[in-house]
């Protein structure tokens, strides 16, 4: 068999050699998960696969199945401590769902597990069909959750939860750390129907072995208590959450943490008390105005162009709108009370040199001015 070569870019010098990375590039990162958490913080090695062989030994109905991914969700631990119980159905993730939900129909607790990208998209319908709709007690584990993977969007699970939450009978579970996924696997083992979880496999940070948590399957609990800010988290962003109310108290920001593990069913109680407890009431940025007049409709608004209302005397006169148009009337020059004067006080107050009898008569010339006003010509005039 000759060999072909291939260009002078390639990896390969032949179909037959194996590829390998040139000297320069050097040494790579594994695009497999990405990194779940900074460096220096305690971690627990395959808590999944290690607490499923503790209940395997505790219960002889658990079986576990895989597509081709025991070793990347962490079901290997399982498959070597209890091989006549392990199934490797391939990669054919609608098989691996269908055999699941056989062996439940005959009394076993099967645990499957796959990549969430998987579950959800591949083997819908028969997670639908097969398991959710007969409320069968089938555990689904699913590695990769979320953006924790380099491989992009096709093995990157960013609407399982959304699908999921959909499907009747199901529980879902997104524990937060190893600790926490250990703890949901003993836990599994006594919930009614079926169950789909977010698995953290591989080397997993522990963050909540150090407030003593303790998971309960439906409810949320307070990580970190805070009267500022209330953070609601689920899921390793739980993580993110503790780390980021750490930094805020250092500025003076107390923030409480709550985790919500379980998706559905979703625990309002606890959220809605949280809320209430952390949350501080609104604070309103204007300062109330009391002597300001009420908003009027566009018929009373007219009637106040034609006859303006009274107005305070202390409001300053002359305010321009933004329209261009005087805001308010401006007050009377002379202030001679709220009451209307009669006719012959008007008259008794007015010069007698602008007064005219009737119209067009002026005052003729060198004639004798009228008297002046007395009490008994203003009551005589009224």
Known sequence: MTDVPFGPNSRRKSKYAPRTAPAAEGARTSAMIASLDAE??????????????????????????????????????????????????????????SAAAGLAREGFMPFATTYAVFAARRAYDFIAMAIAEENLPVRICCALPGLTTGYGPSHQATEDLAIFRGMPNLTIIDPCDATETAQATHAMGTIDGPVYMRLLR?????????YGYQFKPGKAQVIREGRDVLFISSGFMTMRTLDAAAQL???????AVLHVPTIKPLDTETIRAAAAKSVPPRRHCRKPQPDRRPRRSRRHRADDRRHPPELPHDRPAGRISRRGRPAH??????????????????????????????????????AEPPPAPSP???????
């Open 40 to 97: 220096g913080r305690k971690t627990i090695a395959t808590p999944f696969g290690t607490a499923l062989c503790e209940l395997a030994a505790q219960r002889d109905d658990v079986v576990g199945l895989s597509a081709d991914l025991s070793k990347y969700t962490d079901m290997h631990i399982f498959a070597k401590a209890y091989p006549d119980r392990f199934y490797q159905m391939g990669m054919a993730e609608q098989v691996l769902i």
């Open 202 to 210: 591989g080397k997993v940070p522990d963050v909540l072995g150090d």
């Open 249 to 255: 108290a250092k500025d003076g920001t107390d923030c």
């Open 329 to 366: 009337p401006a007050p009377p020059i002379r202030d001679i009370g709220r009451g209307h004067l009669r006719l012959g006080q008007i008259l008794a107050l007015t010069p007698a040199s602008s007064v005219q009898k009737y119209p067009g008569e002026a005052q003729s010339a060198g």
């Open 376 to 382: 008994a010509n203003m009551e005589h005039t009224a």
